[in-house]
């Protein structure tokens, strides 16, 4: 993965745990946090891969996701 893809991906995650963790719900504030952090795996694990993708990955929804 090239350095600039991770740094959009790194900027990417602080802003959405930004976000999530001053939620005033605790529990959704820590789900949500808890599925960011997994999207994002999910994601440097693609961007770490070759150019086959995985067949358990689907972008679009690991995307939608995160949104």
Do not use: G, R, V
Request: aromatic share 6%.
């Amino acid at each position: 993965m090239t350095n600039e893809i991770t740094e959009h991906l790194n900027k990417a995650k602080a802003l959405l745990i930004e976000k999530y963790s001053d939620s005033i719900d605790e529990q959704a504030s820590q789900e949500a946090l808890k599925n960011i952090k997994q999207d994002f795996e999910t994601l440097e694990i693609y961007a770490n891969e070759s150019d086959t993708e995985p067949q358990e990955y689907e972008p679009q929804e690991a995307i939608k996701s995160i949104i």
